[in-house]
C-alpha cells in the first residue's frame, strides 16, 4: 500500500454477463492490474478499445454495473475504498477522486444553464459557501478553462464540441479534489486547446499536489504530459514505466505496436501525394456563405442598456471542392467548422451565400426538396453512438436511409445491408446484423456510421472527426478502410479534423479555419512546408 495518495492492487474486474463460477471460465476485463499514483502524479494508461483502461476508472469512483465481481483492493489516501458504502461512496466523488468523461454530454443536463451546472454540483458539496462565493468560484473555473464570463447563462447544445468538454473538465475541477481521472479527456478538441487545456491541467496538479489519472489513446499527448505510463493490452498491464523511456524504447511487442500507429502518418503520406491529380470537374463550391447567430440580452440587461450581441460562426466561406478529392477543414473547436458542415447539408439555412452542388444553389431548396437530393450528401459524425440508435439493431440502422429514400424493397434490404457489412471489415455480417450499438466497441460502431453514410451511394461524405474518439491502432484502421472505400465507390470527402497529423495523411488540399473566417488555403503539403497566414504557423508549431 505504502504511502501513495491512490494504491491499486492485484484488482481483477468481470462484468455480470462474463461471470462464472470459477477463475478458470471467468472473462476479466480488467486481470491482476496493480499501479499506484503520488500527490503531483500523472500517471497515463494507454491502450485500444476495450482493453480495460475506463473500467478501472469507473472501478475507482464507484460506477460499475451491479454485480460486477471485483477482486484485488484499491487504496486512496491509505483506507481501502472497495468496502465503501453508498453514503461513503458518494462523498469520495468530486471532492475526493473527481471523473472527467469523454462524452461531454453524458454529464450536462440540456435543460440548465452552464452556470447552473456548476451551481448545483458546488452547492451539493459546500453548503458552507455563500451565493456569491459559489458564483464567484464558478466565474474563475470557468474562465481558468477558457470559457468567458457571458457564455455563463448559455445552454449546452449553444456550445460547440470542444466547449462542452471544458464545461464537464470546470465542473471536476471546482470541487477541488485530491485525485482527477481523466478518461480521453481531450478527444473531442483540437491541438492548441488540447494542449492549453492539458497544459493547464498537469500545471494545476503539480502546484495542488493532485493525483492525475490520465487515460488516452493520443499517445503524443502522453509524452507530452504524463510522468509515468501502463501500456494495457486485453485486460492486463503489460508494460510500465517512465514516459520518455517506454516511448524511446518499448519492450513489449503490443508497445512497438501502439508507437508505430502514431507514426504512420509520416510513412504514408507519400502515397497520397502520389495519387492526387488535377481536378477539374467542381462538386460542390460555396459562395459568401454566412450564418451568424444572435445572442440576446436578458431582460435587466436590455435595462442597462445592453445591445444584442451578433455571433459569426461562418463569416464570408469561399471554397471549392473537386471530384474524387479528399478536402480536409482544420481549425480551433468553436471556429466554425462544424457549423459550416451543417449548413452545406442544408440542416441549418445560411444567414447569405449560396451552396452549390453539382451546379445547383440548394440553399433555395425547401426542406422537403433537400430530402431527396440528401441521399448524395451524406455525413459520418464524430462520435458514432450518438448517431446511431440504441433501441434499434445494427441491421435496421443500416437500412432506415433506404427505406427513407425508397432504394430497395424488403426482399432486396437484407442484401444490400450484408453486402455493406462486408465492404466495411464487419465480417461475418450475420454476427453482426442483430447486434446493438452497445455490443460494438467503439471502432465497430463506427464502421456501422460509415456503412449507414455509405448505403444510399452518395457522391459527397461530409467527416466531422471521424476518427477522434478512437484509439491509434483502430484509427489507423478506419483511415484506411475510408481510402479503400473512396476508390471503389468513387467518393468525395469534406473531411473536418482537428488533428492536423491526420489531415496531412487524408487530405489532397486543406482550409484552415480561425473565428468563423478561411485565413488558408491550398495543397495540404505545401501549407504544412510553408505556411503563410500567422495562425496556421501557430496551429502547426503546437
Same mark, same amino acid.
Given at each position: ?49 476495450? +482493453? ?23 487504496? #486512496?489516501?491509505?483506507?481501502? $475504498? ?69 457564455? #455563463? ?5 449553444? #456550445? ?19 485525485? $482527477? ?23 494545476? +496538479? ?65 502515397? $497520397? ?153 464487419? +465480417? ?34 461530409? +467527416? ?63 501549407? #504544412? ?14
Amino acid at each position: 500500500m505504502g504511502s501513495s495518495l491512490l494504491s491499486i492492487e492485484n484488482l481483477k474486474i468481470a462484468y455480470p454477463s462474463s461471470v462464472n463460477d470459477s477463475d478458470k471460465n471467468t472473462s476479466w476485463a480488467v486481470n491482476d492490474v496493480s499501479f499506484s499514483v503520488d500527490k503531483g502524479d500523472i500517471v497515463a494508461l494507454v491502450g485500444e478499445s476495450g +482493453c480495460g483502461k475506463s473500467t478501472i476508472g469507473k472501478t475507482i469512483i464507484g460506477l460499475l454495473p451491479c454485480h460486477t465481481r471485483v477482486e484485488g483492493d484499491i487504496f #486512496f489516501q491509505g483506507k481501502s $475504498i472497495t468496502s465503501y458504502n453508498p453514503q461513503e461512496m458518494r462523498r469520495l466523488r468530486g471532492e475526493g477522486i473527481g471523473l472527467v468523461f469523454q462524452d461531454p454530454m453524458t454529464r450536462l443536463n440540456p435543460l440548465m444553464t452552464i452556470g447552473n451546472h456548476c451551481q448545483e454540483t458546488l452547492k451539493a458539496h459546500r453548503s458552507d459557501l455563500s451565493s456569491q462565493e459559489i458564483r464567484q468560484r464558478v466565474l474563475d473555473t470557468l474562465e481558468l478553462v477558457k470559457i468567458p464570463k457571458k457564455r #455563463f447563462s448559455q445552454y449546452p447544445h449553444e #456550445f460547440s464540441g470542444g466547449m462542452r468538454q471544458r464545461v464537464a473538465i470546470a465542473l471536476t475541477l471546482i470541487l477541488q479534489p485530491k485525485l $482527477i481521472i481523466a478518461d480521453e479527456p481531450t478527444t473531442s478538441l483540437d491541438v492548441t486547446i488540447s494542449n492549453q487545456i492539458l497544459q493547464e491541467l498537469t500545471t494545476l +496538479c503539480k502546484q495542488q499536489e493532485m493525483g492525475l489519472i490520465l487515460i488516452s489513446h493520443d499517445l503524443n499527448m502522453v509524452g507530452k504530459y504524463g510522468d509515468r505510463i501502463g501500456v494495457m493490452y486485453q485486460g492486463k498491464m503489460v508494460e510500465t514505466g517512465m514516459v520518455k523511456e517506454i516511448m524511446k524504447n518499448p519492450h513489449h511487442d503490443y508497445s512497438k505496436i501502439l508507437l508505430n500507429s502514431t507514426l504512420h502518418n509520416k510513412e504514408k503520406k507519400e502515397n $497520397i501525394l502520389e495519387s492526387l491529380k488535377e481536378k477539374t470537374k467542381t462538386i460542390l463550391e460555396l459562395k459568401n456563405v454566412e450564418k451568424y447567430y444572435s445572442l440576446e440580452a436578458n431582460f435587466l440587461e436590455q435595462l442597462l442598456g445592453k445591445k444584442t450581441e451578433i455571433i459569426k460562426a461562418v463569416d464570408n466561406i469561399n471554397l471549392q471542392l473537386y471530384e474524387g478529392e479528399i478536402f480536409g477543414l482544420v481549425g480551433e473547436s468553436g471556429c466554425g467548422k462544424s457549423t459550416l458542415s451543417r449548413t452545406i447539408l442544408q440542416l441549418i439555412k445560411p444567414t447569405s451565400g449560396q451552396v452549390i452542388f453539382q451546379e445547383q444553389d440548394i440553399s433555395q431548396l425547401s426542406p422537403q426538396s433537400m430530402i431527396s437530393l440528401r441521399r448524395e450528401m451524406q455525413m459520418i459524425f464524430q462520435d458514432p453512438h450518438a448517431c446511431l440508435n440504441p433501441l434499434i439493431t445494427v441491421e435496421k440502422a443500416i437500412a432506415e436511409p433506404l427505406i427513407i429514400h425508397k432504394l430497395a424493397d424488403k426482399t432486396e434490404i437484407r442484401s444490400k445491408v450484408t453486402q455493406m457489412l462486408e465492404k466495411v471489415g464487419l +465480417c461475418p455480417p450475420e454476427d453482426y446484423l442483430r447486434r446493438y450499438p452497445k455490443e460494438l466497441s467503439g471502432g465497430q460502431q463506427q464502421r456501422v456510421a460509415i456503412a449507414r453514410a455509405l448505403i444510399t451511394n452518395p457522391k459527397l461524405l461530409i +467527416c466531422d472527426e471521424p476518427v477522434s474518439m478512437l484509439d491509434a491502432t483502430v484509427q489507423d484502421q478506419v483511415l484506411q478502410l475510408m481510402l479503400d472505400l473512396k476508390q471503389e465507390f468513387q467518393l468525395t470527402y469534406l473531411f473536418i479534423t482537428h488533428d492536423l497529423s491526420v489531415a496531412r495523411y487524408m487530405c489532397d488540399r486543406i482550409a484552415v479555419m480561425n473565428q468563423g473566417k478561411i485565413v488558408e488555403q491550398g495543397i495540404t503539403e505545401e501549407i #504544412f512546408m510553408h505556411p503563410q497566414h500567422p495562425y496556421t504557423q501557430k496551429l502547426l508549431t503546437q
